[in-house]
């Protein structure tokens, strides 16, 4: 985990549903808005080499827990994810069927 942020469900570590924690417990990203650029800074961040694509509608399947972050847009040349634009912590309009993924090359 780097900066508090892994991928689940994927075949590997460098790919799958997009999760955080913050508090004691980890929640997903809504896809609104979540785009190529916001999986470009995701998968720099973790050190997955370059993104191929950034799937929405859970295609790593529904989390569990809350949905943190949404409305995430990405210049895509951002350090870390949580550096990108988006609207306040726990202020969503989704449900886990609009969980963000994304599926990065590892170099």
């Given amino acids: 985990v780097k900066g508090h942020l892994r991928l689940a469900s994927g075949a590997h570590r460098c ?57 995430v847009k990405c210049r895509g040349d951002e350090s870390t994810l949580l550096l990108c634009s988006h609207i306040r912590w726990d202020v969503h309009n989704c449900d ?3 969980d963000a993924s994304v599926l990065c090359q590892p170099s």
């Fill in 96 to 98: 886990h069927s609009e």
């Fill in 15 to 71: 790919e799958g549903r997009v999760e955080l924690f913050l508090g004691q417990r980890w929640g997903t990203v809504c896809d609104d808005a979540w785009d190529l650029r916001a999986a470009i800074v995701l998968c720099r961040q973790l050190g997955c080499g370059q993104a191929l694509a950034a799937p929405g509608e859970a295609h790593f399947g529904p989390g569990r827990g809350p949905i943190l972050l949404d409305n």
